[in-house]
């Protein structure tokens, strides 16, 4: 569900209220609650304090806390590190630190009669609990759930309320992978009358869509917290992306009973709509009034949502808004890199961007439920979304994970999670879980997947379920049934046993719900047309899962992106494959042996033409590939040139001089160029008529002379959410980036701004992220700032034996 969070402008960046009701700090004194409008959202972001230990009778509300420290929330205590060899929770982890931390906050809040106070988390890591005024309201074992809890009848009548929560990650390793620790999504106070929308309540879907108009059923959810029966009406009122009206009605008239919830349904139409999509990603608003008998607003919501037409074939694959297209999807876990799992939505907005940038269209929350800022994001930027639930059933993974508690809460969570999503027009999938080891019980494995599947069909019969099976030939899921009780088929890797499964049942609609990056992995998904597409592992390089790898590396670089967001070569190569404009990369590749047939100096530009597609895989896989020329080793010796572009014909040059055309192999395999290394310039550039200058361009470097500072934008805001990368290169006197530069550059920033984080990337820099200090990795390193209010405000970089460099920003409010 869209809350009345509303951050249609901003996204998450503004906390607005229904009615005209805006508190900037939380104190509802009676003058100010005796003009509420029906509904009041407050953000509870600051004041929060925090102690990092598990101190007696800290729920209590007569606590001495002023010794605690002072924090605001979103917050992830552990991703302040530091790094150890000897954490608990290990590679798994990160091995960054684990235990128990509280959080403790005053509500300046006088309850009325008649009105009702929920307090709502949107993630707590992990095994959480809440207390108002030393009583327990709620526990939650599991930290991605979103949670809501009644705190009414707890408020003291004086005013004065104390809230404590408990957060334990103690169980580590408990998730898959980097978790995060604390309060670390968004948390808001809602205040409501004793009639009202509960969370999640408000549903709107796309009945009928055809060219003449939509019909949207509509169904809202209406509880009586009172003790009387109350008589209600729902009227809806629908505006478009223009903010205009363009539709109302009212609902079937209802009697909910005291302490009961009725479900009030309606339609209604909108005649030609613009549709939400990848290319136009418009989206409504439908205003949802619940009216007493004398025509008084109870309660109102505002809900986000978009009109579209999604759907699985068997026999052509995916389809939106009456296209059929390929799912050219990534995996991303839920941590910002730098800044742990509190992510700002701006390091959110930068990473998607530039996947949808080099091509990428769907995005899998591996393996668990985003924040809903997340899909807010994926809602405007156009992308679509497999929203994934579990990682575990009944069967563990590691010895403290949500195997203990799957039998008695995943109803529940899989109920919360559905309702709270269930508007985003992003979602096109429900995924019920990630390599589920309960398939090697098919008795057990059906049990839990039916529990599931009721659940999500019935709060949500728009969208299919699959689920990623986990080597299902082994353990028969295609022959004992479990396979075919999922809408949509999924399976990580392994793409031809897919294609076999397809092929068995043509009835199935499949899609790779984790894959490779090889070529091997994609073509199976290009050529076959039944394959709806695939979700890559991963899309940026994330937190955690070092264990394979062990000490000192603290994470997993299986991304398009590297950890601060930039492009590595395999987001390269895959850009060429899945973009639809004009792509060309250049890049070194050092094993000599991976060269096709030696091109050097033959077939200019004066060249025979060439067929414009030649069925030839080039010989020998890529070995190391190098984004530079200029190779450890300056003498004369044998490289190999390596093109990634889905250019038709594509002309390489060294100094100058043609090295010849080669056109596209249909295999996607990258195209090479074998010379003989001289230091200078080489360049790809594009020669299919009518694209324009498309090129790409490696020079060698000479030695470092001074740091370069490229921000991603010149103001930036001043909120949570807000944040832009100051990306600094060493490069050379010509301005050319010099790769093998490592020294420690030290970050600061003077004015109305903040340093916030640095980082680089690397696999084994223990550096705190926290740290103004941070060596550059491959010539480059990344400061993360924000502003701090209105004004002007400088960072500088500096570094021993080169020049510095500063920039200035602007800090907006």
């Known amino acids: 569900m869209h809350r009345t969070d509303d951050r249609s402008a901003r996204i998450g960046r503004r906390l607005r209220m229904h009615g005209a009701v805006a508190m900037a700090a939380l104190c509802l004194c009676p003058a100010i609650a005796a003009r509420a409008a029906p509904r009041a959202v407050t953000a509870l972001a600051d004041g929060w304090r925090f ?15 002023k010794a605690w420290r002072t924090v605001s929330v979103p917050h992830d205590w552990a991703i302040a590190g530091p790094f150890d060899a000897n954490a608990k929770a290990a590679g798994e982890n990160g091995f960054l630190p684990s235990g128990v931390a509280w959080y403790r906050r005053t509500l300046d809040l006088t309850p009325r009669p008649g009105r009702r106070y929920f307090v709502e988390f949107d993630g707590i890591m992990e095994r959480s609990g809440v207390w108002v005024n030393g009583h327990h309201v709620g526990y939650r074992p599991m930290g991605y759930v979103s949670q809501r809890f009644d705190i009414t009848r707890h408020l003291d009548a004086d005013g004065r309320t104390v809230m404590a929560v408990r957060a334990d990650t103690s169980a580590a390793p408990s998730s898959r992978w980097y978790t995060g620790a604390g309060i670390y999504r968004r948390v808001r106070l809602i205040e409501t009358g004793d009639v009202h929308i509960p969370q999640g309540g408000a549903y709107v879907r796309t009945a009928r869509l055809d060219a003449s108009g939509a019909t949207l059923a509509i169904a809202t959810d209406v509880h009586n917290a009172g003790v009387a029966a109350n008589d209600v009406k729902v009227e809806v009122v629908l505006t478009g992306p223009d903010g ?91 941590d910002g890199g730098a800044v742990g799992a509190a992510v700002p939505l701006d390091v959110w907005r930068q990473r998607l961007s530039t996947l949808k940038a080099q091509g990428v269209n769907a995005i899998r929350t591996a393996h668990n439920v985003p924040s809903p800022e997340f899909l807010d994001l994926a809602d405007e930027l156009g992308l679509l979304v497999m ?16 195997h203990l508690f799957f039998g008695d809460w995943h109803q529940r969570d899989t109920l919360d999670m559905v309702r709270r999503d269930r508007n985003h027009p992003s979602i096109v999938l429900w995924s019920a879980g990630n390599e589920i080891h309960d398939t090697a019980y098919p008795v057990q494995a059906k049990a839990a997947l039916r529990s599931i599947l009721d659940i999500v069909h019935a709060a949500d019969p728009s969208r ?29 890797y392994r793409e031809n046993e897919l294609i076999a499964a397809s092929r068995q049942n043509p009835k199935r609609s499949i899609v790779g ?71 060309v990369h250049v890049v070194r590749n050092a094993d000599p042996a991976a060269a096709g047939p030696a091109t050097d100096g033959a077939g200019g530009p004066n060249q025979p033409a060439l067929p414009t597609m030649i069925a030839v895989a080039t010989p020998k896989p890529k070995v190391a590939l190098f984004d530079d020329w200029t190779p450890a080793n300056a003498a004369p010796h044998d490289e190999t040139i390596e093109v990634y572009s889905n250019c038709r014909q594509v002309e390489a040059f060294l100094n100058g001089r043609s090295l010849g ?56 805001g001043s909120s949570f959410d807000d944040l832009t990368y100051v990306r600094a290169r060493v490069v050379d006197a010509t301005g050319t980036t010099v790769p093998e530069d490592g020294r420690r550059l030290r970050f600061a920033v003077d004015g109305a701004g903040t340093l916030v984080a640095t980082d680089n990337g690397s696999s084994v820099d223990h550096t705190p992220f926290a740290s103004p200090e941070r060596a550059v990795l491959g010539g480059h390193a990344v400061a993360l700032v924000r502003g701090a209010g209105s004004g002007r405000f400088r960072v500088t970089a500096t570094a021993d034996g080169v020049a510095g460099d500063s920039i200035q920003l602007t800090a907006t409010r």
Not at 291 to 309: K, Q, S
Not at 661 to 682: F, I, K, M, T
């Open 661 to 716: 055309v080669q056109p596209l192999h249909q295999d996607a395999s990258p195209r090479r160029w074998s010379v003989r290394y001289a230091p200078g310039e080489v360049r790809a550039t594009c020669r299919d008529p009518g694209v324009g200058t498309v090129t790409d361009i490696l020079r060698t470097a000479g030695k470092p002379a001074r740091i370069v500072l490229e921000p991603d934008r010149s103001s930036v």
């Open 51 to 65: 102690i990092q230990a598990d101190p007696k009778d800290a729920e209590a509300a007569t606590l001495d806390d």
């Open 244 to 334: 205009r009206e363009v539709a109302r009605t009212m609902l079937p008239a209802a009697t909910v009973a005291a302490d009961r919830t009725v479900t009030v349904q309606g339609e209604i139409a909108v005649p030609h709509p613009r549709r939400w999509d990848i290319k136009d990603p418009v989206q409504y608003r439908a205003t949802i009034r619940i009216l007493g008998a004398d025509g008084t607003t109870l309660d109102d919501d505002t809900v986000r949502f978009g009109i579209r037409d999604a759907r699985f074939d068997p026999a052509t694959g995916f389809w939106l808004n009456g296209r059929n297209f390929k799912l050219k999807g990534v995996a991303l876990h839920h």
């Open 513 to 583: 719900t984790e894959n490779a990056h090889n070529r091997v992995n994609w073509l199976p998904v290009r050529d076959y047309a039944p394959f709806s597409g695939m979700f890559l592992w991963t899309g940026v390089d994330y937190l955690g899962e070092a264990n394979r790898s062990g000490w000192p590396n603290v994470q997993n670089p299986a991304g398009l992106l590297d950890r601060t967001g930039r492009q590595k070569i395999s987001g390269m190569e895959r850009e060429s494959w899945w973009s639809a404009r004009p792509v």
């Open 464 to 492: 299919p379920v699959t689920m990623a099976l986990f080597r299902p030939n082994v353990t028969k899921d295609y022959d004992n049934g479990l396979a075919d009780m999922l809408d949509v088929v999924g399976q990580n």
């Open 387 to 402: 929203d994934e639930l579990f990682d575990q059933w009944n069967v563990a993974k590691t010895p403290e994970d949500y």
